[in-house]
């Protein structure tokens, strides 16, 4: 059998390449820009390459509202190579899950080149995520996943105060909501996305490394919001069974790490800060 080769291809927002991954079969990683994006095993849906994916799947099985096997409606906004949606798609099996991803030229090259298994019940949509959010049904999703970057940049529009009363409204009561951030000391970025959840969510947890939080470098951060209380212990166990362990701030910790951070408004809202060099780097 002929070994895979890359695929390089511009997209709407970049150029994108999928490189195969030599030691697993049928396993790619997809990068824009020379950003990694997704990691995608086709023969083991389930398995995570990347640390935040793994900890955006433990707060979905942790703090979602149906027990860890049970169906879920679920919506992603951002969707890269569906890394996440494939993964709830065997592991809680007949689950509906819509994908909101804006870059079209992505989502052809992804179902052409990673294409889904027949009955996943992934539907990808090409919109804008905060438009698509806005429209959406209320009270229609178990669990919102976000997942959105402007190449390594949050966008500013998915960042501000009206944007988490539209990601409330489209939860059911208790929905959970569950997004991928990035940020370094002095946090300014990060503090402020607690400090606008916490004016709309009852409860807020964070999973982020330690050497992040000590603000020693720049990382990812897992944010956590709901109405009802988050098992944090659940969190706590997995992510410090990772490879890369991680902890989990909440109440009043979380408080203290929020400080004086005021909720962000449309008008002043920004994208959070570009990474440096090498931040995001493979390994």
Not at 114 to 126: A, D, K, N
Request: proline letters at 8%; aromatic letters at 6%; one cysteine or more.
């Amino acid at each position: 059998m002929d070994e895979p080769l890359p695929v390089l291809r511009t997209v709407d927002h970049g150029t994108a390449k999928l490189m195969p991954d030599v030691d697993r079969d049928r396993a790619w990683l997809l990068t824009i820009d020379g950003a990694p994006q997704s990691y995608v095993d086709l023969d083991d849906p389930a398995h995570l390459e990347f640390e935040y994916a793994r900890r955006l799947a433990h707060a979905v099985d942790c703090a979602a509202p149906a027990p860890e096997g049970e169906p879920l409606d679920v919506l992603h906004l951002g969707g890269g190579a569906l890394t996440l949606p494939r993964r709830l798609a065997v592991t809680r099996p007949g689950s509906r899950q819509d994908v909101v991803e804006a870059d079209r030229a992505l989502i052809a090259l992804v179902a052409e080149h990673l294409p889904l298994p027949p009955g996943s019940r992934i539907t990808v949509h090409g919109a804008d995520a905060r438009a698509w959010l806005e429209a959406a049904p209320a009270r229609s999703a178990d669990v919102l996943v976000a997942d959105v970057f402007g190449g390594s940049r949050v966008p500013a529009h998915l960042t501000s105060l009206d944007y988490a009363r539209a990601a409330e409204r489209a939860l059911r009561p208790h929905g959970v909501y569950v997004a991928n951030l990035a940020d370094g000391a002095p946090f300014a970025f990060l503090r402020s996305q607690l400090a606008t959840f916490a004016a709309v969510f009852a409860h807020l947890a964070l999973i982020a490394e330690p050497a992040v939080l000590r603000g020693r470098r720049f990382g990812n951060a897992v944010l956590v919001a709901a109405h009802r209380e988050i098992d944090t212990a659940c969190l706590a166990r997995r992510a410090a069974a990772d490879a890369f362990p991680a902890r989990v701030e909440h109440g009043a910790s979380l408080a203290r790490f929020i400080g004086d951070a005021r909720p962000v408004r449309d008008e002043d809202a920004v994208a959070s800060p570009e990474p440096p060099d090498g931040a995001f780097g493979i390994g």
